[in-house]
């Protein structure tokens, strides 16, 4: 009985050994299981995230195809609302323009955008000489983008053709840091004179911005100036405006056509859009002294020869060399103590700025041309009638002087 009971004990040492190792067995599959349990748990978590960040995404562009859609429906609205009004304005205004059998002199565009309260005084000066002559200079607003005050000024008066640029093309601008607003502004005046020069078959167009005032005499100079321009091919426009133009820097009405000495415009514009910057020192001191004509010119009755290309010449020549030079310190007082012209050297551009700014001229230089200058020469008045040659280092050699 006692050899039983041992036999037993030795047999239960194996099996509690097997138990052991099953044990053993069991706990490493159950790691491993739970290993797989946790990896296949990161990688569903890894899928959530991926599928969400992807519901994110696809939604994103959802928004964007809906506001893409908006922004075309907007545009088609507006493209079809502006082929409503060109046809409704050749119809209206177009179809007048050669009634009497008399063919326009040139169309007047006044170039507009966001500014209401100006081009409502800017309209009011045109038509106050322009209605009796509504048949030769046919009036034209050309409004750049969709401000609605302004659209609706322009549509008010049935004494014009109302145009609408629409651009929404990106800008690219040449060289970095320029400002957008100028190609913008480029973009405009090339597809208003199209419409103009090409879709309207206008020879000739005379180009207002939404803040000017025009002379008595505007008309009248004007086509004064187309007549000299089919003269002489070499003249490619006639400015109303003289930089130089400032009541203290001018005297009379009818000298230098192409340019005229008073200008034929005045610009009012001290604010540059509706809420937009303020010009401040600049306008005080350039734009708000510019002096606008208010002698009516007889212009059929002058004889604008001397104005053509080789007459100019030597008759702007002949001024310069007459002028007194003058030169050294205090050039305004010195000028001011001779009668007559005076003229004084300049050798470069910063030379140049010095002078002017002795004087209070434009001190302005562009593409190696000052401000107004005429073969590098700048005049203006001082004292009334007595004119200042500011000559450049190329003059001489051009002019002969």
């Not at 310069?320 to 001011?336: H, M, Y």
């Not at 200058?373 to 001489?396: C, E, W």
């Amino acid at each position: 009985m006692a050899r039983i009971s041992c036999d037993l004990r030795f047999l239960l040492i194996p099996a509690a050994f097997m138990f052991i190792y099953v044990q053993m067995r069991l706990f490493q599959t159950q790691s491993q299981y739970a290993d797989r349990l946790g990896s296949a748990i990161e990688s569903e978590n890894h899928c959530t995230s991926q599928m969400r960040a992807l519901i994110d995404e696809v939604s994103l562009k959802q928004s964007r195809i809906l506001a893409l859609q908006d922004i075309k429906s907007r545009q088609d609205q507006e493209l079809v609302q502006l082929k409503d009004l060109i046809q409704t304005f050749e119809r209206k205004g177009i179809a007048k323009l050669t009634q009497g059998g008399q063919m326009p002199l040139a169309a007047v565009v006044i170039m507009a955008c966001s500014r209401a309260d100006y081009l409502e005084r800017t309209v009011k000066s045109v038509l106050k000489y322009q209605s009796l002559l509504a048949s030769k200079y046919p009036l034209f607003i050309s409004q750049d983008g969709s401000n609605q005050a302004v659209k609706s000024k322009a549509l008010s008066y049935n004494q014009l053709t109302y145009m609408q640029h629409l651009d929404f093309e990106p800008v690219v601008t040449e060289r970095p840091g320029e400002l957008i607003a100028y190609y913008r502004i480029a973009r405009h005046y090339k597809w208003a004179l199209d419409q103009l020069f090409y879709k309207h078959k206008f020879g000739r167009v005379i180009i207002l911005e939404d803040d000017m005032e025009i002379a008595p005499d505007f008309f009248d100079y004007f086509e004064a100036a187309a007549s000299l321009m089919d003269r002489d091919k070499s003249i490619m426009a006639a400015s109303s405006w003289n930089d130089n133009g400032q009541k203290q820097f001018v005297h009379d009405p009818c000298r230098q056509f192409v340019r005229p000495e008073i200008c034929r415009t005045y610009n009012f514009g001290e604010h540059v859009g509706t809420g937009g910057s303020s010009l401040g020192q600049f306008f005080s001191q350039y734009l708000e002294p510019i002096k606008l004509n208010d002698v009516k010119v007889d212009w059929k009755a002058m004889d604008l020869g001397y104005l053509t290309e080789g007459n100019y010449t030597k008759y702007f020549s002949d001024l310069v060399r007459q002028a007194r030079p003058i030169q050294g310190s205090d050039l305004v007082l010195k000028a001011q103590n001779i009668r007559g012209d005076v003229s004084v050297r300049y050798k470069d551009q910063a030379e140049f700025e010095r002078i002017a700014g002795e004087f209070g001229i434009f001190e302005e230089w562009k593409d190696g041309v000052p401000r107004t200058a005429y073969k590098g020469i700048v005049v203006f008045r001082i004292q009334t009638t007595r004119r200042v040659f500011l000559v450049g280092p190329d003059s001489v050699m051009q002019l002969g002087i």
